[in-house]
């Protein structure tokens, strides 16, 4: 039987639905579901009840082969977004969800907070997050981390957010994924 999505507990493989659904609902009742209610609370995002239904309904009905071949990439496919940001650049902001913007600069896990910001562009100064098409790498000619294009295939690359592919194996940008070991 395939691991589901080469997950490990306690460095033993998930092979079973039931522990793959007893890990996936403790990631979110034990990670996520906190952070959310905090943020609910402080009036910072809305939940959309319908979205986070039908982001489940696509979920069961993916075979267990089809969830096993999920990657650290990629999720079930959610029309909607069932996390609604409500804080407005300027505004003060905890986690990126929380902005309307996707970008809250300055927060740490300390609790301490940050402020919503534009998503920095080409050339703009960085700390991990780009506009859509580029990917924040340090620029040898401006001698800092600045928002940079993603490479072509063939390129060669330092991470998987530098390549059009997002897929940088062995030091270049390949359209396919490495090979994924599924505990056969």
Known sequence: MAQFANITVDG??????????????????????????????????AYDADAAGDCLDAA????????????????????KPFIVPKVADGGMCAQDYECTSNNCDGASSSMVNGTCKPVPTAGQDCTGKCAQ???????????????????????TCGGDDECTSNHCVSNTCSASPPPVCDGM
């Open 60 to 79: 069961a009905n993916l075979s267990c082969s089809a969830y096993a071949q999920l990657s650290g990439h990629e999720s079930v496919h959610c029309d």
């Open 133 to 155: 098409g580029l990917y924040c790498g340090y620029d040898q000619t401006a001698m800092k981390e600045a928002c940079q294009a993603v490479k072509a295939n063939g390129s």
């Open 12 to 45: 033993q493989p998930i092979t079973t639905e039931a522990q793959c659904e007893s890990f996936t609902g403790g990631l979110f009742t034990g990670l996520l579901t906190p952070e959310y209610k905090d943020s609910i609370a402080a009036g910072r995002i």
